[in-house]
């Protein structure tokens, strides 16, 4: 059973900053990449940021140079530093970890944090 638990979600202001957390149960290198989406009402759950174990972090344009993904593996826990938000940043934010199996893919969620930028 994996698990993710993210915090640090709420209420700012554009041009304020919050950093998300997501603490996943096990070794967080057992895991090919892990991830933040995002999910804003009436809209696709979409990618924001990427943390694999090999290769380098990405980013989608729209959150680039604003946003830092980052990992403490000691704590199993990943990190989404947010800066420079804006009101269209406002979504449910979720975590995500996923497996490679030999046919399929597993993907874990956590139950996602609420993150509201007022303009």
């Known amino acids: 059973q994996v698990n993710l638990v993210e915090s640090g979600g709420g209420l700012v202001q554009a041009g304020g900053s919050l950093t998300l957390s997501c603490a996943v149960s096990g070794n967080i290198f057992s895991f090919v990449s892990m991830d933040w989406y995002r999910q804003a009402p009436g809209n696709q759950r979409e990618l924001v940021a990427g943390i694999p174990n090999y290769g380098s972090t990405t980013y989608a344009d729209s959150v680039k140079g604003r946003f830092t993904i980052s990992r403490d593996s000691g704590k199993n826990t990943i990190y989404l530093h947010m800066n420079g938000l804006k009101p269209e940043d406002t979504a449910v934010y979720y975590c995500?970890?996923?497996?490679?199996?030999?046919?399929?893919?597993?993907?874990?969620w956590g139950q996602g944090t609420q993150v509201t930028v007022s303009s």
């Open positions: 995500n970890a996923y497996q490679l199996r030999p046919n399929r893919r597993d993907d874990y």
